[in-house]
């Protein structure tokens, strides 16, 4: 169903013996034809819809002057024309070249922006197994100097149980 719409006719000449269908509530169908520019294949095409379809319905102008319970609405619409003009296949046709550019456009960022995604990931991973490699590196020069420390300690105490005891520092 189109956004905008005018009240239309069938062609008198050409559409003489048409039938006019029944709605779905039993309503006779009236004829509109399609205004809305942002959907250039409904533009200028005609169809069916019933007279009590939910947009057709004039809006109140304050809240009092809405009924208490709204009648039941019928959404029966169909195309009277079937047929799409060929300006209108050719806007349809470049509007599908456009959706298929940006969807590739779209698929091919999201393809880099992945890739991107992968590579700080893996930056992260080395930066981290960096930061752990010297956090190791670290202990192990502190564990080393704490043995040397402990062993040097070690020797000055039993350098001082030699010897005269105690000993003086002059």
């Given at each position: 169903m189109?956004n905008k719409?005018?009240?239309a006719?069938l062609?008198?000449?050409?559409e003489k013996d048409?039938?006019?269908?029944?709605c779905?509530?039993?309503?006779?169908c009236?004829?509109?034809?399609?205004?809305?520019?942002?959907k250039?294949?409904?533009?200028g095409?005609?169809?069916f819809?019933c007279p009590?379809?939910?947009?057709d319905?004039?809006l109140?102008?304050n809240?009092?002057?809405?009924?208490p319970s709204?009648?039941?609405l019928?959404?029966y619409?169909t195309?009277i024309?079937?047929?799409v003009?060929e300006d209108v296949?050719?806007?349809?046709?470049?509007?599908?070249l456009?959706?298929?550019?940006?969807f590739e456009?779209?698929?091919?960022r999201?393809?880099?922006?992945e890739?991107?995604?992968k590579?700080?990931?893996?930056?992260?991973?080395r930066?981290?197994?960096?930061?752990r490699?010297?956090?190791l590196?670290?202990?192990?020069?502190?564990a080393r100097k704490?043995a040397?420390?402990?062993e040097?300690?070690?020797?000055?105490?039993a350098r001082?149980?030699?010897?005269?005891?105690?000993?003086?520092?002059?």
């Amino acid at each position: 169903m189109p956004n905008k719409w005018e009240d239309a006719s069938l062609d008198k000449v050409k559409e003489k013996d048409a039938n006019i269908p029944p709605c779905w509530c039993g309503d006779v169908c009236k004829v509109k034809v399609s205004t809305d520019r942002n959907k250039s294949w409904t533009e200028g095409r005609r169809y069916f819809v019933c007279p009590n379809y939910a947009y057709d319905r004039a809006l109140p102008t304050n809240a009092y002057d809405q009924p208490p319970s709204p009648p039941p609405l019928c959404k029966y619409f169909t195309w009277i024309d079937l047929e799409v003009p060929e300006d209108v296949k050719k806007d349809q046709y470049q509007d599908c070249l456009r959706r298929q550019r940006r969807f590739e456009e779209s698929f091919r960022r999201g393809l880099e922006e992945e890739r991107r995604q992968k590579e700080r990931m893996e930056r992260k991973k080395r930066d981290e197994e960096r930061a752990r490699q010297a956090k190791l590196a670290r202990e192990e020069e502190r564990a080393r100097k704490l043995a040397k420390a402990r062993e040097a300690q070690e020797e000055d105490s039993a350098r001082d149980k030699k010897g005269k005891w105690p000993r003086s520092t002059q």
